[in-house]
């Protein structure tokens, strides 16, 4: 530890109060971390090793040598700095070190990395933790201080700018301009072309002002003026805007509020509307004098109050203590996969992707391994098998990362009595407090609530009869009602062959098809998710317990839909149900869920896997009561009350588009020929679909104007989707997309910020549209 010593001398403490009355304390911690502190950082195999750690200059990272890598940490990946005298991680040891744990602190980051780092003298430390803290703050202070547009172009910059010269050259941003006029523009705000020291090419307040200029949302200003011209009232639109001394059009203040109860939101307040001005108004002239100008209100646009999803909705704004037969609950199939059924890639980072989406129910088929371990496939194909263990493992790590709310395992049990044991061995002491494994109260009638299992994890499988005159009776149902459809599965040749559920489960005996025997600790560990074959819906109303559930195919689970939906409600009142794609989608295809939904039935599973429509509208529809991953179902799905939901007209204009980014793939230079497509997805199977006119070659900034109804028969239960494609010979090229509950939109002027495939952002892409529903 010599060298822990003498780094106290080079990180010369007594230069702290250097200057002092000169330099802010900021400054101060700056000088010192930039002079470099030696301190040992420690790696989750409990090793030490001595490092230089060093702020940069830009201030905006550090780093620490010697090492063999880039190592830079940016600020702005800083997620939690702490001083701690024990870091919160069982895997770190600390007491051979023999350093007075009061030196020691972490540094958390987004990616989920952790440094843990023990400085020669606690003052060091303190002096990382204060500065680094002051520089992360500041750092969103400064994001926070320039729009989401201007953010946005920063970062582009710093993504283009791979030589680091802090120029950017001219490039093609899928703008409908010719070379000569693009060039002209560039040049123009290239201000300091003819210096000497100037090489050609925009530094990075260049560009924001050349990309922001090429951006002008005329289309917002226009759009107001024509829907108060449309009305006859052509003084009244004019009157929202005038112009100011500098010539900037904005909305005063009195007339914003007018604005927002016409436009907007009729329970708009004065404070409402002074809340809008001071959080999007950039000039700070406007918001003294509390007027909004266009790039304000495009500022407002972009924020969450004016994005066409309701904010209220991204948090717990359900009722979550009714039972949980009560609720639609975010399900995985097969979870997990990665691609098809016969010859997909398994992986846990499957079911870790899954949880961070929120699902709350993921499917393991288990199967015996080798050296006695229990794995994780698809039986009889050729994708590969990954440990049970390690599945738990990121289970326990992930489980509640996305939602506090219970998570179901499913269990497909196919393994002998042996590996089912290890199975229950590993659930109780990986999962530990976690797994609830209470069991059922005999005198219950309905279900425990979301609330009530919050942060534990369920266990969906077969259980063993309950003990009679003192003996345990095996059961012996089938391992699986997911047989029913019949699966594809690989015969030795790696054919395709298709296994009834008589030939995937054995011979008959006695006229009855044999089961397999259930392993007691395994069976101790289902409680509230009993799995039991169902007969039918007179049997299950007589004689099923709340606790009891069921699996359905796709294909039966359509004709139950269509033949005795309204019993089918009935049971999924008390009763869970679990619905699972049929087993002829070999390519993880997915149904459509609002057959199951429109039942009622709670886990509807999907491959999530499988980024298309169907998976679009499923995350959707869940990204509402904050991702919980539990969504109330309708009074009429819950309780003896008719359905009284009112139809309702639903009126889309689709303004403009954004920024749509260029099709992967797509020729050198070639610019999108934009259309959209808006899709109302009803209850059971209904859909409507209208879509607008091709813009060609203007994937920047396209304008439609037009306008589209749709007739809504289940309000409660409709989703809405809006796609972006550009028109291509043959098949046109998927680019965007955006999929909401009917509730959960707005009215009035609002932005809709696309998405890819399923959740993932692709800001600043967005659709500018008018809402109006009857």
């Not at 900037?248 to 509307?273: G, P, W, Y």
């Amino acid at each position: 530890m010599d060298d822990t010593k003498q780094s106290v001398k080079d990180n010369n403490v007594s230069d702290w109060n250097k200057n002092s009355s000169q330099l802010s304390e900021l400054d101060l911690l700056i000088i010192i971390m930039q002079h470099g502190s030696r301190m040992l950082k420690i790696d989750r195999k409990s090793r030490g090793a001595m490092k230089t750690f060093t702020l940069d200059n830009d201030m905006l990272g550090f780093q620490y040598q010697p090492t063999a890598k880039n190592n830079r940490v940016e600020v702005k990946t800083i997620k939690e700095i702490s001083l701690t005298p024990l870091p919160p991680d069982k895997n770190y040891n600390l007491e051979q070190f023999k350093v007075s744990r009061e030196n020691c602190f972490t540094v958390e980051l987004e990616n989920r990395e952790r440094l843990v780092v023990i400085a020669p003298e606690k003052r060091i430390a303190q002096c990382w933790v204060r500065g680094l803290s002051l520089l992360a703050a500041n750092k969103a202070s400064t994001d926070n201080s320039l729009s989401a547009k201007k953010k946005w172009l920063f970062d582009r910059f710093d993504y283009y700018d791979r030589n680091k010269s802090g120029l950017m050259e001219g490039r093609s941003f899928n703008i409908p301009l010719t070379k000569d006029i693009l060039m002209t523009k560039f040049r123009e705000f290239n201000t300091n072309e003819e210096s000497p020291d100037k090489k050609p090419g925009l530094d990075k307040d260049e560009f924001a002002a050349f990309f922001e200029s090429l951006s002008k949302r005329d289309d917002i200003e226009e759009t107001v003026m024509a829907q108060y011209s449309s009305n006859g009232n052509i003084s009244l639109a004019r009157s929202f805007f005038h112009f100011s001394k500098m010539n900037k059009e904005v909305l005063d203040f009195s007339r914003n509020q007018i604005f927002f109860h016409h436009l907007q939101m009729k329970e708009a307040t004065e404070e409402d509307c002074k809340k809008v001005i001071q959080s999007c108004e950039i000039v700070s002239e406007w918001k003294s004098k509390n007027v909004l100008s266009v790039d304000g209100f495009a500022g407002y646009l972009l924020s969450k109050e004016g994005n066409i999803f309701n904010e209220k909705h991204d948090t717990y704004y359900q009722d979550l203590t009714q039972p949980l037969s009560h609720y639609f609950i975010s399900s995985s199939h097969n979870t997990y996969l990665e691609g098809d059924q016969l010859r997909g890639k398994a992986s846990v980072q499957a079911y870790i992707n899954a949880l961070k989406n929120g699902c709350r129910c993921v499917e393991l088929d288990c199967w015996d391994g080798d050296d006695g371990e229990p794995v994780v496939y698809h039986g009889h194909t050729l994708v590969n098998k990954i440990l049970f263990k390690d599945i738990i493992k990121a289970v326990e790590e992930f489980a509640f990362t996305a939602s506090p709310y219970p998570l179901i395992l499913s269990l497909e049990n196919h393994c002998s009595i042996p590996h089912q044991t290890k199975m229950a061995s590993y659930l109780k002491d990986i999962l530990g407090n976690k797994l609830f494994c209470d069991c059922v109260d005999s005198n219950l009638k309905d279900l425990p609530s979301p609330e009530f299992f919050k942060n534990k994890i369920l266990v969906k499988g077969k259980k063993l009869k309950e003990p009679a005159g003192g003996s345990v009776e095996e059961d012996i149902g089938f391992i699986s009602e997911e047989e029913e459809d019949g699966e594809v599965h690989l015969d030795d040749q790696g054919n395709e062959i298709i296994l009834s559920q008589e030939s995937e489960q054995g011979e008959k005996s006695n006229g009855k098809k044999k089961g397999m025997k259930l392993s007691p600790e395994l069976s101790k560990l289902v409680n509230y998710c009993k799995a039991v074959h169902f007969y039918d819906f007179a049997k299950s109303k007589n004689e099923g317990k709340c606790h009891e559930m069921s699996s359905f195919g796709e294909n039966k689970t359509k004709k139950i839909v269509k033949e005795k939906c309204s019993e089918f409600i009935e049971y999924n009142k008390k009763q869970l149900s679990r619905i699972y794609p049929a087993g002829s989608r070999v390519d993880s295809s997915n149904y459509n869920p609002f057959m199951a939904w429109s039942a009622g039935c709670q886990i509807v599973a999907l491959n999530f896997q499988t980024e298309r429509a169907m998976m679009d509208l499923y995350l959707g529809k869940f990204r509402q009561n904050g991702n919980s991953g539990y969504i109330l179902k309708p009074e009429y799905m819950r309780n003896d009350t008719p359905n009284v939901s009112k139809s309702r007209k639903l009126t889309v204009k689709i303004i403009s588009g954004q920024q749509f980014p260029k099709i992967s793939g797509g020729s050198k230079g070639e610019i999108v020929d934009p259309y959209v497509s808006i899709s109302v997805h009803d209850i059971p199977e209904q859909k409507q679909n209208s879509q607008t006119k091709v813009i060609n070659n203007n994937g920047f900034n396209p304008r439609w104007n037009e306008v589209f109804e749709f007739q809504v028969t289940n309000p409660e239960m409709a989703m809405v989707r809006f796609s972006v494609y550009d028109q291509d010979v043959g098949k046109d090229d998927f680019i965007a997309q955006f999929s909401l509950p009917f509730t959960s939109i707005r009215q009035g002027f609002r932005q809709i910020s696309l998405n890819g495939r399923g959740t993932k952002s692709l800001f600043p892409s967005s659709l500018f549209v008018h809402i109006k529903i009857d």
